[in-house]
């Protein structure tokens, strides 16, 4: 098992399969000037598909979440979903997406053995989008959604981060938006994780802000820690039920004593932490000539030396070298 010294054991493998993106979200990239990884970097489908095994055979992990950039750049991901799906005993198999390119690709991937999806989409205004986003996709997403919802990639989730004076007004639209549709809302608080190193705690929209304005329109009942376990979100209720929100405070309440998760880059590395500033070279093992017993040494060690939390409340904290779209939301 992944196991850590403060007793938390890795059982949720979030894994990059690449590094580009066709949105450039201002929380996450520059407009341009971001030099992507060259190709011989990159994890071979070969080589993804095998540490997921390790991951699932081996270290005890049972969920796997396809992260990028955008993983639907991927070429060969509906081959990865259904060589991992076909994995015993097989994982839980997830999708964090922009959305573009879903209508085309939902039915496919659902076929080959992904379980849902959770979709990134900030706003209902296409212009805000597109201010957001520097692209004019926002019809996309929205037709992506339909197609996973009708092609069973269920619970659709729906993640949304508030900039201010961007779409910090549209919490109460967007969670009656989803309530209609049938999709889980989760607001996300901005993290430092842009390319640009722009983040700033003072003006962000925090989790006690995006409640205020819920409860402007909503009754909203804690679901308690109990239901909430190790997932990142605390989620209530939306008016008594069966719909709910989700609020990730990863800055203003970090989860970090309940973390159970462990991160591959699209490059091979293990990542402790998104916030993490070291990492541990798999793909080199792996190119290396190692068998899987050294592969999942490797990996046991790197888990070992975990950090207790992620350190963004401390003055001193600096942020990561690497863009969130280089090592995977």
Known sequence: MLLD???????DLRVSLTDRCNLRCT????????QWL????????????????IAVTDLGVDEV???????????????????????????????TTN????ERTAAALREAGLDRVNVSLDTLRPDV??????RKRHADVLRGLEAARAAGLTPVKVNTVLMPGLNDDEAPDLLAWAVENDYELRFIEQMPLDAQHGWQRDGMITAGDILESLRTRFTLTPEGEEARGSAPAERWTVDGGPHRVGVI???TRPFCRACDRTRLTADGQVRTCLFAREESDLRGALRGG????????????????????AGIDDPSFVQPDRPMSAIGG
Do not use: H, N
Not at 5 to 11: C, E, F, I, L, S
Not at 99 to 102: A, C, D, E, P, Q
Not at 129 to 134: A, G, I
Not at 293 to 301: D, S
């Open 5 to 11: 010294t403060y007793g938390r054991v890795a059982t």
């Open 27 to 34: 929380y996450c990239m520059p407009e341009e000037g971001l």
């Open 38 to 53: 060259a190709k011989p970097q990159l994890l071979t489908d070969d080589e993804i598909v095998r540490l997921i095994r």
């Open 65 to 95: 979440r396809f992260t990028g950039g955008e993983p639907l750049l991927r070429p060969g991901l509906v081959g990865i979903v259904e060589r991992c799906a076909a994995l015993e005993p097989r994982p839980q198999l997830s999708l």
């Open 99 to 102: 959305g573009i390119g879903l």
């Open 129 to 134: 989008f597109q201010r957001m986003t520097r």
């Open 249 to 251: 405070a990863s800055v």
């Open 290 to 309: 190692a068998g899987d017993a050294e592969v999942a040494r490797l990996w046991k060690q790197a888990m070992w030396g975990k950090k207790a939390g």
